[in-house]
């Protein structure tokens, strides 16, 4: 049991749409992950996102509407539901999700990463 500094984690790297393993929970990962532009256009089929905004802000695309996150504020996007985070300029975000998912979702591209833990 340890505690985490996540300004500290976010230091560790500067890659964009590459999530890192903080912590786990009940099978669940929590990660950090920092995004600049738009990310690739997916679904997770079985799996729910929760996206918090750490520093800066972002928005979440769907096909329907574009909802926007400001510091401190979070969405959980539904499982099945296509879905594009986007951000103008670079933006920290902690992710929770099972560990089991593929940060891409249905979609295999050159954004799919394997998360490590840091």
């Known amino acids: 049991m340890e505690k985490v500094n996540l ?8 890659e964009y749409f590459n999530p890192k ?26 799996e729910d996102e929760l996206f918090l905004v750490i520093k800066g802000e972002m928005s979440i695309e769907f096909r329907e509407k574009t ?15 296509e879905h594009r985070p986007n951000a103008t300029e670079e933006v920290h975000v902690l992710v929770f999700e099972p560990l089991s998912t593929i940060n ?13 833990r840091i």
């Open 67 to 81: 909802i926007f996150l400001h510091e401190g504020e979070f969405l959980v996007v539904p499982h099945g539901i």
């Open 7 to 14: 300004t500290q984690k976010f230091d560790l790297f500067s």
């Open 21 to 46: 393993i903080v912590g786990e929970l009940n099978n669940q990962a929590v990660k950090l992950v920092k995004f600049k532009g738009p990310f690739v256009w997916h679904h997770h089929e079985a």
């Open 104 to 116: 891409t979702g249905n979609k295999q591209n050159n954004f799919t990463v394997q998360c490590e």
